[in-house]
């Protein structure tokens, strides 16, 4: 499972823990996060790709 640090939470630097000195920072992805500061992340779920519509095969078996 992976997070990102949610828009109204501020970026910040873990000084103690087993996360010390590791810095938290918006547009990151993170597969671990500090226990007592979950709150501050969105779980990011694992989107299935789409099947491709049979217009988008067509194009793509043209290149």
Do not use: N, W
Request: aromatic share 8%; hydrophobic share 25%; charged share 35%.
């Amino acid at each position: 499972m992976s997070f990102t640090l949610k828009k109204q939470s501020p970026a910040f630097e873990m000084v103690s823990g087993p996360c010390a000195g590791h810095r938290f920072e918006h547009g990151q992805t993170y597969s671990e996060v500090p226990e007592e500061h979950t709150d501050r992340f969105k779980k990011i779920t694992a989107r299935k790709a789409e099947p491709a519509t049979k217009k988008q095969a067509v194009k793509e078996g043209d290149k």
